[in-house]
């Protein structure tokens, strides 16, 4: 079965400081792959999504980036992150429409 | 208008009550919709999908009304593990791999 791993589950990072979450999915190959962010009392927003290793798709203009170095990881970073960065921060992966997700950062920017 | 658009809640309902919720969307060439539920702190699980002709899965049930443009969950004799947010899920037609998600309907039952 198919399993979605995202790390770490908490963090808390200062303004001007970089980031890196790290997502990896097993039992399947060349997923679609997602970064999603949820902040408090708003829907899921799309970051970015991938269909393959080094296709990237940004889906809003922000302060983070997406690689994709292997067929089953997907990484988010940032060089300098900003209080507006803080949230819920989801990666998620599809076999078709459907959406399955790990189990997400909370990232605090101080 | 939000493309979906859900009441906040918190619904508050004794167990064994019957609850349902509806979300509205401002898309008429959306295909595909799904409520997911999310505890608190985790992340979201699909719940259903919901088709045009209406899906039931044990005391859940979940319509479509293309018309009016909103879906629904229904949830009956609830438990209180059913104590969770609720989110309407709604495929945008802008890419390919778009969902448009509403922010949720909080659920608390009380026993």
């Known amino acids: 079965s198919q399993t979605i791993h995202q790390w770490p589950a908490t963090l808390v990072q200062p303004v001007g400081s970089p980031l890196s979450l790290e997502c990896t999915v097993e039992g399947t190959s060349n997923p679609n792959l997602y970064w999603y962010r949820q902040a408090a009392g708003r829907g899921l927003q799309l970051l970015f999504y991938s269909v393959g290793i080094g296709q990237i798709s940004s889906e809003v203009p922000q302060n983070l980036s997406a690689s994709r170095p292997q067929d089953r990881q997907f990484i988010l970073s940032s060089k300098k992150l900003l209080l507006s960065d803080s949230g819920f921060y989801l990666c998620?992966?599809?076999?078709?429409?459907?959406?399955?997700f790990g189990s997400g950062t909370q990232l605090s920017v101080l | 208008r939000k493309e979906v658009e859900q009441d906040p809640g918190p619904f508050n309902v004794p167990e064994g009550a019957t609850v349902a919720f509806n979300c509205t969307y401002s898309n008429s060439a959306s295909q595909s919709f799904f409520w997911y539920r999310q505890d608190c702190r985790k992340e979201p699980k699909l719940l259903m999908s919901v088709y045009s002709s209406g899906n039931e899965d044990g005391r859940f049930t979940a319509q479509l009304n293309r018309a009016s443009q909103y879906i629904s969950l229904l949830i009956r004799d609830s438990k209180l593990s059913d104590s969770a947010t609720y989110l309407c899920?709604?495929?945008?037609?802008?890419?390919?791999?778009?969902?448009?998600w509403g922010a949720g309907t909080k659920l608390i039952i009380k026993p």
């Open positions: 998620a992966w599809s076999p078709g429409e459907k959406l399955f």
């Open positions: 899920v709604v495929e945008g037609t802008d890419s390919n791999y778009q969902l448009i």
